[in-house]
């Protein structure tokens, strides 16, 4: 499966975006779906995910409250709506598609990744 995410851009803290990664070459349904992001000089670290289904959402301690992921099938799109944007939500932000085994929470059991979308928070 192909993976576009799109939506970054600068936004001042306290602001809002809307990411969206559109998903194409197989069926989308199937899939838990993820969004990673990446700081400058940090590692790959998972931000949200949201199980085949969407009834069920997981999310990083740093961003529960703030960020809120969910798809539409119909679309094939998985989205990250992101509110009360800080500073350090500064980084390029990646989709992924997960492979059906192990934890949400463990970038290693994604098998499928978009091209990252950079978000940049102004303070």
């Known amino acids: 499966v192909q993976l576009q995410a799109s939506g970054g851009g600068l936004v001042q803290a306290g602001g809002s975006l809307r990411l969206s990664c559109a998903a194409s070459g197989r069926t989308f349904s199937p899939y838990a779906m993820g969004w990673f992001r990446q700081a400058p000089g940090k590692e790959r670290e998972f931000v949200a995910a949201i199980n085949w289904s969407g009834g069920s959402t997981y999310y990083a301690d740093s961003v529960k409250g703030r960020f809120s992921i969910s798809r539409d099938d119909a679309k094939s799109t998985v989205y990250l709506q992101m509110n009360s944007l800080k500073p350090e939500d500064t980084a390029v932000y990646y989709c992924?598609?997960?492979?059906?085994?192990?934890?949400?929470?463990?970038?290693?059991?994604?098998?499928?990744w978009g091209q990252g979308t950079l978000v940049t928070v102004s303070s």
């Open positions: 992924a598609a997960h492979s059906g085994l192990g934890s949400y929470y463990d970038i290693s059991r994604y098998d499928y």
